[in-house]
């Protein structure tokens, strides 16, 4: 466990807005995310704080299986709660016990819930759907977690949507880029898309949750009634060749992702898109400000929160960036949020 960083480097701020329920997420591989998840286990142990941990993918192995490259260990102590596939329970060097089986399978084994007896590391696997994973964290709730962490393995944001997650970790590094301004300008697109303004009028929050419940995309805008259309994405179902299209629809809800593609045809039809939350939005920054500049507008149902930034200034493909640099210039675009470097907390 760490032992030489400052206390409360990470804790305080979840505790302070009140997040029960916390996703851990990296802008990229080796971006940090692991030390940020293992910061906050050791600091809310430190407070007295049951806590349960899951992972969307996998974390915790030993080696980069792609690049072979040494990972840090998901360490978690005694007491913890943990969900991972019986095939890896033994993985570790964490002595566990067995609590409960789910009934729900995955390539490793069956998913499984565990209590910590001795602390170790151990490897989180088996949960690859945000229905596992909330039925997870309802498990854990019942147990008597206080603090759930949600892991988000690489290119696995979903974790930190609002059913899951009441505020994000985000942790930015030099794999994100190959100087400080370059992992400044995906921070700031990364927390764009995160925090996109959530929908306030009552048409739109109406045709977003349409979406959603009918797995559709839904069109429709002010004083004009909803309308579903029969697919769920404008690259297989074009709104215009649907039987219930309507020309004065000005607004469209999407049931899934929303990327560069989609947005593409979406910026010929309507000048406002909703999604579910920021987690859904895989547009590029071009993508965006184009849309954004011919005077549309990309909305969410639900907003997110995101509660504290880290930085990792190490690359695995060999270079560091400056790590004081590094750490100002994030702070200087993330409109005063906490930002921290897990390993040198005074900075």
């Excluded at 008597?144 to 505020?167: N, P, Y």
């Excluded at 929160?305 to 640099?325: C, F, H, I, M, W």
């Amino acid at each position: 466990m760490r032992t030489d960083a400052k206390r409360g480097l990470l804790y305080p701020h979840l505790a302070a807005a009140g997040v029960a329920r916390a996703a851990i997420l990296g802008l990229a591989k080796h971006a940090g995310k692991t030390t940020a998840l293992n910061t906050l286990v050791e600091e809310a142990n430190e407070a007295g704080v049951s806590i349960s941990v899951q992972s969307i993918g996998v974390d915790g192995e030993q080696r980069d299986v792609l690049i072979g490259v040494k990972k840090p260990a998901v360490i978690v102590p005694a007491g913890t709660w943990l969900a991972t596939a019986a095939d890896v329970l033994l993985q570790g060097t964490a002595r566990l016990e067995l609590v409960e089986t789910t009934g729900v399978n995955s390539p490793l084994g069956e998913l499984c819930i565990a209590r910590v007896l001795e602390t170790g590391s151990v490897l989180l696997a088996g949960v690859r759907q945000v229905s596992h994973a909330r039925m997870i964290g309802e498990r854990f709730a019942r147990l008597g977690a206080r603090l759930q962490l949600i892991d988000g393995a690489f290119d696995r944001m979903a974790s930190g949507t609002a059913e899951l997650a009441d505020g994000i970790v985000l942790a930015a590094g030099a794999s994100v880029g190959r100087s400080v301004q370059d992992v400044s300008r995906e921070t700031r697109h990364a927390l764009s898309k995160l925090q996109v303004q959530a929908a306030d009028e009552p048409w739109a929050k109406e045709l977003a949750a349409m979406a959603r419940s009918t797995g559709r995309m839904a069109i429709g805008g002010p004083n004009l009634p909803v309308r579903v259309l029969s697919g769920s994405s404008p690259l297989v179902h074009h709104p215009k060749t649907d039987a219930n299209w309507s020309p004065e629809a000005r607004a469209v809800a999407l049931p899934g992702a929303l990327t560069d593609r989609t947005l593409s045809v979406l910026e010929e039809i309507f000048d406002t898109v909703l999604v579910k939350d920021g987690t859904h939005i895989m547009s590029s920054p071009t993508a965006w400000t184009i849309f954004v500049r011919r005077g549309g507008r990309i909305l969410a149902e639900h907003s997110l929160r995101v509660v504290a930034l880290t930085v990792n200034p190490y690359s695995p493909e060999g270079y560091d960036l400056p790590r004081q640099k590094l750490l100002e210039e994030i702070r200087s675009v993330v409109g005063g949020l906490p930002v921290v470097d897990c390993l040198q907390p005074d900075l």
